[in-house]
């Protein structure tokens, strides 16, 4: 710890994962963070994510690779197909070979499952501490500081702030004030028991069935004992963003001329959870003075390259490297950390859009897609990989703007 980091305070607000990533970067060096969590609880809802090679490299950099391994279900490969007709569009090998290129797995998760191997390390260091029913609604900050008030007025006074409050970001809208975009794409989310999903779709590989306007993903959880179901679809009302209990009933109605193969997963949950989606247009500036933000907050992004968490981990762990850098002068820091972490969740964010007409395209677009990887070899598909899979903690202040 340098004598500039001693005594030094910091406030993450959220608890989610990119929170406790950025918490745990801070306190590794030294810093003492104050976490601040709106919920009775720190903990994630949700289901399943998907863990590629870059999110394991930020992981490792922050302490807790080998917990995250201990809970993922590791995969043998990626596959595209056609929700019509049941053909494969595309399959991606990730078992050694693609170790082999990227130093890391590709994986899927809990939710809950990746949030405690972080939280576990949050709770043991001693530089952490929480404060739950804490829903921060404003920030102000002069020469010495930032200080925020929660919804009792009650204030809370540190060297800086990181904003890690999602899409709804109350720091985001004290830092830049712009509007969430609503997508109109309304996705489902729910977990199956192994007994209850059908056996010949208990495949150890996330699977995408790519229809028109829809699309369906399964994967394994919990070695094998439970499913992840996911679907999406262009929502024919008019969306507001946000999560509530969802109906069999909507989701059916949706998926009608899809190939029986996939259908039938759509009767198999008990419950769904809901999403109406948002995302944000990129902007050039992340961060003001003393207060930044990460993750959702920073960059809410649709889920069609399955990297929201990915790249929140590696923000956090680009966000420390950042305030190492620069010996904790934190304004400083934050101009670096966004330097490099602005254009690159850009790109994810545009390409996750992309991903998403891909997936859902219809008609002449259709045959187009499904030509699109016709005889790419697995090299071809990890070099398109390799901007996005191949990203290392030992390089994320490649290419930083320093002003």
């Known amino acids: 710890m340098s004598e500039t980091d001693k005594g030094r305070r910091v406030l993450v607000i959220g608890g989610g994962i990119g929170g406790l990533a950025a918490a745990l970067a801070l306190a590794r060096q030294g810093i003492r963070v104050q976490l601040l969590e709106q919920a009775p609880?720190?903990?994630?809802?949700?289901?399943?994510?998907?863990?590629?090679?870059?999110?394991?490299?930020?992981?490792?950099?922050?302490g807790v690779g080998e917990a995250a391994r201990s809970r993922a279900v590791f995969t043998d490969y990626l596959s595209l197909r056609?929700?019509?007709?049941?053909?494969?569009?595309?399959?991606?090998?990730?078992?050694?070979?693609?170790?082999?290129?990227?130093?890391?797995?590709?994986?899927?998760?809990?939710?809950?499952?990746?949030?405690?191997?972080?939280?576990?390390?949050?709770?043991?260091?001693?530089l952490i501490q929480f404060r739950t029913n804490t829903q921060v609604c404003t920030l102000d900050q002069d020469a010495n500081g930032v200080t925020v008030t929660d919804q009792h007025g009650e204030r809370y006074s540190a060297d800086a702030v990181i904003g890690c409050d999602g899409v709804k970001s109350a720091i985001r809208n004290a830092l830049i004030g712009d509007a969430h975009r609503v997508t109109g794409h309304v996705v489902y989310r729910a977990v199956v028991d192994v007994e209850n999903m059908p056996k010949d779709l208990q495949i150890n590989a996330p699977v995408v069935w790519a229809g028109?306007?829809?699309?369906?993903?399964h994967y394994p959880l919990r070695g094998g004992r439970q499913?992840?179901?996911?679907?999406?679809?262009?929502?024919?009302?008019?969306?507001?963003?946000?999560?509530?209990?969802?109906?069999?009933?909507?989701?059916?109605?949706?998926?009608?001329g899809i190939h029986p193969l996939p259908h039938q997963m759509l009767d198999r949950p008990t419950s769904?959870?809901?999403?109406a989606t948002a995302d944000r247009d990129p902007v050039e500036r992340w961060s003001d003075g003393r207060a930044t933000v990460l993750g959702d907050a920073a960059h809410p992004m649709t889920q069609y390259l399955a990297q929201g968490a990915c790249q929140a981990l590696e923000d956090a762990v680009t966000l420390g490297a950042a305030v190492a850098a620069t010996d904790g002068?934190?304004?400083a820091a934050f101009k670096l950390y966004e330097s490099v972490r602005i254009p690159?969740?850009?790109?994810?964010?545009?390409?996750?859009?992309?991903?998403g007409r891909i997936y859902h395209a219809k008609g002449v677009e259709r045959l187009v897609r499904n030509s699109l990887w016709v005889d790419?070899?697995?090299?071809?598909?990890?070099?398109?990989?390799a901007w996005l899979h191949g990203w290392r903690a030992e390089d994320c202040l490649d290419g930083a703007v320093q002003g």
Request: proline content about 3%.
């Open 272 to 275: 769904w959870k809901r999403w």
């Open 227 to 256: 499913y992840n179901l996911v679907v999406t679809f262009h929502s024919r009302e008019k969306e507001e963003w946000g999560v509530r209990e969802g109906s069999k009933q909507e989701v059916l109605s949706y998926f009608e």
């Open 329 to 331: 002068d934190f304004e």
């Open 41 to 62: 609880e720190i903990q994630e809802i949700g289901a399943g994510i998907q863990l590629a090679a870059n999110a394991f490299n930020a992981l490792d950099a922050l």
């Open 82 to 126: 056609d929700a019509l007709d049941a053909k494969e569009i595309a399959h991606v090998d990730v078992s050694e070979p693609y170790r082999a290129r990227f130093g890391n797995p590709y994986a899927v998760i809990h939710r809950a499952d990746i949030h405690l191997s972080i939280l576990e390390a949050v709770k043991d260091h001693p």
């Open 212 to 217: 028109p306007h829809c699309h369906l993903v």
């Open 344 to 355: 690159r969740t850009a790109r994810v964010l545009y390409s996750a859009r992309e991903m």
């Open 376 to 385: 790419r070899t697995q090299e071809q598909f990890y070099d398109a990989l």
